[in-house]
C-alpha cells in the first residue's frame, strides 16, 4: 500500500478472479466487471454470506477478500438433441 492508496480486494464470479480497491460495489458493477452483459439477463449470488440478488442491481455489497459469487442467467437453456 503506497501513498495512502486502499489494498486491491480479490474476489471470483464464477471462479475468474476478479479485483477492486472498493470495499463496496453495487450488483451491476459486480456483473459488469466481470463481463455479465446486459446485466439485466442475469442475477448474482453471494456463496459466502449465502444471498440471492436477483434483480437487486443497486443493492450495495460488501466485498471481502476472496469472497465467491455465481453469476446466473436468468433466460431459457435450450437443450440441445432430436426427438
Wanted: zero cysteines.
Amino acid at each position: 500500500m503506497e501513498n495512502g492508496s486502499r489494498p486491491t480486494i480479490r474476489y471470483f464470479v464464477n471462479g475468474e478472479i476478479e479485483e477492486t480497491d472498493s470495499e463496496q460495489l453495487t450488483v451491476a458493477e459486480i456483473l459488469e466487471k466481470a463481463g455479465f452483459t446486459p446485466i439485466t439477463d442475469w442475477k448474482l449470488e453471494s456463496e459466502n454470506p449465502k444471498k440471492d440478488y436477483d434483480s437487486e442491481y443497486d443493492a450495495e455489497v460488501h466485498i471481502h477478500e476472496d469472497q465467491k459469487f455465481i453469476a446466473l442467467h436468468k433466460g431459457p437453456h435450450p437443450v440441445s438433441g432430436t426427438i
